[in-house]
């Protein structure tokens, strides 16, 4: 598999050391540095783009043209999926996006969802979500942190929305609240509170690992499907 990088820091060069251990090749490395090299990719069965928030949408739109498969890891960008979805069609491309790679915090995904219908008959228990990443994570919730919010307001109907302050008694705000300290891969927990005790469910990242691995497991994945967009519940086959 021939695999060009678009973005490369820490995910970048892991995903290039696991692409050469598996007999993959690195065809592109694009970097803010020669980024007006996009448009020469070529040769490339699928590209991983791991960028910024604010560089995602332009990326996308310039790399759309090329007709490769893409995948990308980069959060923050979803309030413009709808625009994702019109450069998809029109340049007829298989797209991959996920708030998180790792297979483990689908599972706990799936387990939030079923805990969250559960909790909503006790509501005595108040819920939060703490997000735990390191200091060069520009966005805040996380995009992980956003899908646990929304799939327990999903299933809690105590909840309509998440905010990113405590909650007040008869809200209907989930608290989402984010932390960021040096050289941690990501951790999330989501806790239900009442007077007397604390139910809780964490899944946390020891390494970059389980993202890196993810996200070739996606581009192995999306290179062969039909264009359209396609995220972890394709992968692993599962509605979460």
């Known amino acids: 598999m021939r695999i060009a990088l678009v973005g490369y820091g820490k995910m970048g060069k892991r995903i290039e050391t696991l692409a050469s251990e598996n007999g993959d090749e690195i ?4 970097t803010t540095s020669n980024m007006a090299e996009i448009s020469t990719i070529r040769n490339t069965d699928v590209i991983i783009e791991f960028t910024r928030p604010d560089a995602a949408i332009a990326n996308y739109k310039m790399l759309a043209p090329l007709g ?4 990308t890891g980069t959060t923050g960008w979803n309030k413009d999926l709808t625009e994702v979805e019109k450069l998809v069609e029109k340049y007829k491309i298989p797209f991959f996006y996920a708030s998180n790679f790792s297979v483990g915090i689908h599972i706990t995904l799936a387990v939030n969802n079923y805990l969250a219908a559960m909790m909503k008959k006790f509501p005595d228990y108040d819920a939060r979500i703490e997000e ?10 996380s995009g992980t942190a956003i899908t646990l919010a929304e799939g327990l307001i999903k299933n809690h109907t105590d909840y309509a929305e998440y905010g990113m302050t405590a909650r007040n008694a008869g809200e209907k705000t989930l608290p989402v609240i984010s932390h960021r300290e040096d050289e941690i891969p990501g951790t999330h927990e989501i806790i239900y509170q009442s007077d007397v005790d604390e139910i809780s469910i964490k899944h946390t990242a020891l390494n970059r690992d389980g993202f890196a691995l993810g996200a070739m497991k996606a581009a192995d994945f999306v290179r062969n499907q039909k264009p359209g967009i396609y995220t972890m519940n394709h992968l692993l086959n599962t509605s979460l």
């Open 27 to 30: 065809s592109h490395r694009i």
């Open 132 to 141: 735990w990443h390191h200091t060069e994570k520009k966005d805040a919730p």
């Open 68 to 71: 490769i498969p893409i995948v």
